[in-house]
């Protein structure tokens, strides 16, 4: 079973899209080359992500801020694949959902790139560790909790809220998305130290992960 055509794609599908010659996506691409986090397929070329949302909507980070748009016959194209995670819980796709659009009008992260190259470079070092530490600590800032329609809330403190992220760029968003219901999404780093390479990277290999799309389909 695969994700055939946007008639398969779900409420909760992680939405990736390919890069392309925009300067800000030229920017993402050379960033993930120097962090060695690019994900490619084929021609596939991972560069931006987002979360299928019900009524045939998705919700992504963009410059101007988060935003909810109409899903059209141009995110079936080459340029697009989706993933699938298994839940732990019925109705976990839908409660990514409900995250994602309280994250809608979210600021975008203009320098995460650089703070979480500067991060990884310091992480990689034995001697930065302190820096290692700031650094995580800056590029994981949340707004004050807010109490959201969930079906299942995660954790003994869920009536305190759930804190969103101050700001995002577009795979820190869709990734948020799950994780704050609890499902494990990025293994291997901070919160919120997540690129779409290495978003797509970890949703390709993840277990029971259903994908799809005209960009990886074969």
């Not at 409420?11 to 300067?23: E, H, L």
């Not at 979360?51 to 101007?64: D, H, N, Y």
């Not at 403190?157 to 994780?179: D, H």
Request: charged share 20%; with cysteine.
């Amino acid at each position: 079973m695969s994700i055939r055509s946007l008639d398969d794609v779900r409420p909760g599908d992680f939405m990736i899209s390919g890069q392309n010659t925009a300067p800000n996506k030229l920017l993402v691409y050379a960033g993930q080359i120097l962090m060695k986090d690019h994900f490619r397929v084929g021609q596939f070329v991972a560069g931006h992500a987002g979360i299928v949302t019900p009524g045939g909507k998705l919700v992504e980070a963009m410059p101007r801020g988060a935003r909810e748009r109409d899903l059209r016959e141009t995110d079936w194209s080459p340029g697009h694949a989706y993933f699938r995670l298994l839940e732990d819980y019925p109705g976990q796709a839908l409660d990514a959902c409900v995250i994602a659009r309280a994250m809608v009008g979210t600021r975008y992260s203009f320098m995460s790139y650089g703070y979480i190259g500067a991060y990884l470079a310091a992480e990689r070092s034995d001697r930065f560790d302190d820096v290692a530490e700031k650094l995580a600590k800056h590029i994981d800032r949340r707004r004050d909790p807010v109490v959201l329609p969930l079906v299942h809330q995660p954790g003994p403190t869920w009536n305190l809220g759930v804190r969103l992220p101050l700001e995002a760029i577009c795979s820190v968003l869709a990734e948020q998305c799950w994780t704050l219901t609890g499902k494990k999404v990025i293994v291997g780093t901070k919160p919120q130290v997540v690129t779409p390479g290495m978003l797509t990277n970890q949703l390709w290999n993840g277990r029971g992960v259903l994908r799809g799309g005209a960009g990886i389909l074969s």
